[in-house]
């Protein structure tokens, strides 16, 4: 059973940044996706950014150019950079995973207790 800890979350006002992590715990497939989620009161939760194993990255159209995912180096840490962030940005942040490439932020099945970004303007 996978199990994965975000960490990383914080308050920043406008235009700060943050990083977050994702520690996952676990037998890990050579094939798998990894992403970042977030949802914000009211809202469903959506897709930030995903990254597979073989290195193909999407994001979602409302971050790019301001957040970067990437993998360390041993292949169990995600991070997600956060630069220039907005209020619309604030969201409880969750790491998901899965044993499949990448599809679109569909259907992962492990998750991660999530993480508090609060923006202010």
């Known amino acids: 059973q996978l199990q994965l800890a975000e960490s990383g979350g914080g308050s920043v006002q406008t235009g700060g940044s943050l990083r977050l992590s994702c520690v996952v715990s676990?037998?890990?497939?050579?094939?798998?996706?990894m992403g970042w989620f977030r949802q914000a009161p009211g809202k469903e939760r959506e897709g930030v950014a995903e990254?597979?194993?073989?290195?193909?990255?999407t994001y979602a159209d409302s971050v790019k150019g301001r957040f970067t995912i990437s993998k360390g180096n041993a292949g169990n840490t995600l991070y997600l950079q956060m630069n220039n962030l907005k209020p619309e940005d604030t969201a409880m942040y969750y790491c998901?995973?899965?044993?499949?490439?990448?599809?679109?932020?569909?259907?992962?099945?492990?998750w991660g207790q999530g993480t508090q970004v609060t923006v202010s303007s």
């Open positions: 676990g037998y890990t497939y050579s094939k798998h996706c």
């Open positions: 990254i597979d194993s073989d290195g193909a990255i």
């Open positions: 998901a995973t899965d044993h499949k490439y990448c599809e679109n932020f569909a259907d992962f099945r492990y």
